[in-house]
């Protein structure tokens, strides 16, 4: 056991990745000498080379364009985006050519791209340094979409995104990039699709990802206190959605609410909800309901404990999800 | 064009020890007046920016992307413009922001996080700052092609980094520049880094050059140089006011700061380059021209110093007396229109901060 930062677990699980297989590259903006503007590829380049640990020129569109050609001719290319506003760029890339392509080759063509995006706010930063765009590649068949909370989670998803044939857009909660946890290398992980109950609860279900996870946790902790169990599941995987788990899970408390820093507004917090509705119908007590960011553009720093869900904002909602 | 000789890859104007230097395509008839008030901006952008760098060390800024080393770029840039020209900047264009007039109170605001930028793009002719690279290259295109359409008598400057000439935007606004023969100055600062990443990273040929691979001249400037920043791009200007099209002006020059104030260059970049660069100052050799030239006195200088001071201790004042905005303001300006979605969800939100004081 090595107590780890989720942002050094990660760096750990590459260089796993890149022991494991020489195909393994890992691409995008300062990646290299620098280590990442997070230092999650810190060390890699020294270790690996300059032909693995690529430092591109400054253009996502030709990162995520390369690393498709790359990935054709058998490499298995992490790409970095250096922040989640800045992967629109790559947009086209993603969408048209790199979630359809082995579709088109009728499965001849295997394209195991990985995307790592830090996503979400909290670290008081400018503009495009916070967005939560997950829902545009959720909707976009032919992509897996998976987004860590922990570091635990962190060291073994990142190696089995990179291990898996599919192309992986991995969402990393950038404001839990410093927190610690101890993590046993070599240790399998929970497969990749798989959600995970964190915390179980009697009277109601949260369900989140990513950074909303340890704010859930705090929540239900909170809320203990006051004489209510809550349950919090750890999505892990967005698309798809590992809804035996949540279904499980709310069916023990009849109770569920959605959490994520992205407006709630054609928010993947709808599908859930939708698909909650659906398959627990019968068992539910009161609508889904949803707690996330508001149908604005993220707010400037200063004003991001607004926007952002937080205890009392999940706690809110859990009354309200009582009121029924 | 069918030079006998060619003139020198650098057009340089005043060396870095402060003599003046002939150029055979590019000359500047300045008066001492003038050249006492370049010098005075470069001093007096320098210290705002010295002051940002203070602040957001003290946690009054978020962040904030220093300009040093870039002043006589931006500020010989920024004063060839005439009022009807239009200005497209990065983040770190503070020094022709300054030269537009914009109150540099606005820019602390946007690093502090108290809005996204906040100032009034025509009222001086200087738009937002844009984060995301190369973006606002396209933009200031589409906006010449306007001013074109207009038959008006403007140009557009639009500013962008070494890095940025990766992009596939700022690819695009140079074929439909080159194509629709916009009147736009194309003003790459090239201060050698994009973050982490020197120059060979993003180019094999000096970035001028590139130009003429699209239809339209290149030229290198010596970017620490105010006099031939200014010439520059005055002619460059005037070509493009009288219908002859775009220029690329590839401003040489170095970031004498970290990235932003997130940044630790000491990771990639070693000290030695830096302290050849210091050599190359812009604001050194436009003090020693003044006083070799005895166009200006000791009195001059103390003067501009104080006057900097004050214009620091000013601003940092300012700033530390912005207000916080109201929560409610993230729901402002997002639709021109009225928004159902967006007037529910600020009523909610509105009642569940009420519920808050009601529990106090
Ligand atoms: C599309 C996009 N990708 C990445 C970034 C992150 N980023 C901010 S500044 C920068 C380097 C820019 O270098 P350059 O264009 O040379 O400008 P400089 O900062 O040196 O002035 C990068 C990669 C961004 N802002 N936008
Ligand atoms: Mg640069």
Known sequence: ?324 | MTAPTAPPELVQLLTPEGERVEHPDYDIDLTAEEIRSLYRDLVLVRRVDLEAVALQRQGELGLWASLLGQEAAQVGSGRALTDADMAFPTYREHGVAWCRGVDPLHLLGLFRGVNHGGWDPYEHNFHLYTIVIGSQTLHSVGYAMGIQRDGAEAATIVYFGDGATSQGDVNEAFIWASVFNAPVVFFCQNNQWAISEPLEKQSKIPLYKRASGFGFPGIRVDGNDVFACLAVTRAALRNAREGNGPTLVEAFTYRMGAHTTSDDPTRYRVADELEAWKLKDPIERVKAYLFKNQLADQEFFDKIDAEADQLGKDLRARCLALPDPEPGAMFDHVYAEPHALLAEEREQFTTYLAGFEGAQ
């Open chain 1, 1 to 324: 056991m090595t107590t780890l930062t989720l942002a050094k677990a990660l760096n750990e699980g590459l260089r796993a990745a890149m022991d494991a297989d020489s195909k393994v590259l890992v691409m995008g903006e300062d990646v290299g000498k620098l280590g990442g503007v997070f230092r999650v590829t810190d060390g890699l380049q020294k270790d690996f080379g300059e032909d693995r640990v690529i430092d591109t020129p400054l253009a996502e569109s030709g990162i995520i364009g390369t690393a498709i050609g790359l990935a054709l001719r058998g490499y298995r290319p992490v790409c970095e985006i250096q922040f989640d506003g800045f992967v629109f760029p790559a947009a086209d890339q993603i969408i048209t050519q790199l979630a359809k392509m082995p579709l088109r080759s009728l499965g001849k063509i295997k394209l195991p791209v990985v995307v790592r995006i830090p996503f979400g706010g909290g670290i008081g930063a400018v503009e495009h340094h916070s967005e939560s765009p997950e829902a545009y590649f959720t909707h976009t068949a032919g992509l897996r979409v998976v987004a860590c909370s922990n570091p635990v989670d962190a060291y073994t998803m990142i190696q089995d995104a990179v291990r898996c044939d599919d192309p992986v857009v991995f969402f990393e909660p950038k404001r839990r990039y410093w927190d610690k946890a101890d993590v046993e290398f070599g240790a399998p992980g929970l497969p990749l699709d798989r959600a995970r109950v964190v915390r179980e609860g009697d009277d109601v279900t949260l369900v989140a990802y990513g950074p909303m996870v340890k704010t859930c946790l705090e929540a239900a902790a909170a809320a203990e206190e006051d004489g209510r169990s809550i349950g919090v599941v750890d999505l892990r995987s967005l698309n798809p959605l590992d809804m035996p788990v949540v279904r499980e899970a709310v069916e023990r408390t009849g109770r569920c609410v959605v959490v994520h820093e992205a407006p709630i507004f054609s928010g993947l917090g709808g599908e859930i909800a939708a698909r909650v509705t659906e398959q627990c119908f019968y068992r539910l007590e009161a609508p889904v309901l949803r707690v996330g960011g508001f149908s604005t553009p993220y707010p400037p720093s200063r004003l991001e404990d607004h926007y952002l869900p937080d205890l009392d904002r999940i706690l809110e909602a859990v009354d309200r999800v009582f009121g029924y």
